[in-house]
């Protein structure tokens, strides 16, 4: 946006420049503004923004597609996407995030016959020990980059293990997802865009092999039974079995790391409620809640408008690209009250927040976060009486936005 942030619809310069110098350290006082000035607005590069909580709560209830064939006006940075078709698109848009219903339905009751609330309920005990084993390995260095010890390898083990992915796939397939995780972010440039189609590709050529290999080696896990998953006698088809696999495997460690990170460093940043959380240890299901609305994971979600859609007294047309913003959602005061830039562990309507989705595209993974972050803050808060914060570093995103680095002392 910077430069090009003009707005069409009022003449005037947007005050929301997530490509600011300062926006990756806090983005929040530029969604303020946002939501006070131009909380529904048409940008020039093509696409329309919402940042108030009942539009977008609204828009994440909504029969919206998410399927690029339904653009009428295309954005101008979309236009490579535009001239490669499904070979730009992330796993070839086969994806559960990318499918639209009829095909949406299917492909999630499939994948939810194989990602069941019990499933991950049996992961308690090994996330547990992942925990206290990264817990114990910082307690011993004294001082720790809990990203690097704790925020990354929780999730990528756990998803690991869920898919039941072998051991030596591992690093690749994250070097793989790292890259594509770039294309969630706003304006690619095409340089970046050409590693993504080249990353999709082989990561795609990988499962498939990988695909081969678990027929042969089936066991108790998520790739298993995606294989044998059955609906009224409907089954995955290979590229759409790939495609799971690959969204599964981004979406379980990328957006959790962040979750687990930010949380960490939101609780050592408001140490009134690290020790609320302390001494209270049944506030960690909530705390889970308000954490994930106070620095959500993913910041931007997207439609396109399948019929005019209204908002805050203007009409937006059918075949457009809308954005909500989902961080400045999660702050609204007009839902959340004067409070909501503080956290409170104990806020009771937490859960409501827009992190996770809502109605058909509702997040099939929230379980998982939710139990892998629920423990390591619980875990944190219990172990470490008086840590300190050294220097925390951003990513530098804007979607998928999160800590890259947080140094940590802990007696």
Known sequence: MGDHAQSQGSGELTVFDPFAEDFAEDPYPGYAKLRETEPACEHPLGFWLLSRYDDVSKLQRSAHSVDERNLTTLPSWKSDSAELGKENRMLRGLSLVDQDPPDHTRLRRLVGKAFTRRAVAELEPRVTGLVDAA??????????????????????????????????????????????????????????????????????????DLVAWKRGHPGNDVFTALIAAEDDGDVLSEAELVAQIGFLYVAGHETTANLIAGGILALLRNPD??????????????????????????HLMRRITTEPL??????????TWVVACLGAANRDPRYWGEDADQLRLDRPDAHRNVSFGAGAHHCVGAPLARLEARIAFGR??????????????????????????LSVTVR
């Open 135 to 208: 817990l114990d390995r910082i307690a011993e260095a004294g001082r720790a980059d809990l990203v690097t010890e704790l925020a990354f390898p929780l999730p990528f083990s756990v998803i690991s293990q869920l898919l039941g992915l072998p051991e030596v796939e591992h690093r690749r397939l994250r070097e793989l997802t790292g890259t594509l995780a770039r294309g969630l972010e706003p304006l690619a440039a095409p340089g970046v865009q050409a590693e993504i189609r080249a990353a999709s590709a082989e990561l795609t050529a990988m499962i498939g």
């Open 273 to 298: 409620q690290l020790q609320a959380l302390r001494t209270r240890p049944e506030l960690s299901t909530n705390a889970v809640e308000e954490l994930v609305r106070y620095d959500t994971p993913v």
């Open 310 to 319: 209204a908002a805050q007294g203007k009409v937006i047309p059918p075949g």
């Open 380 to 405: 944190f808060a219990q172990r470490f009486r008086a840590p300190v914060l050294d220097d925390v570093r951003w990513n530098g995103r804007i979607n998928v936005r999160g800590v890259e680095t």
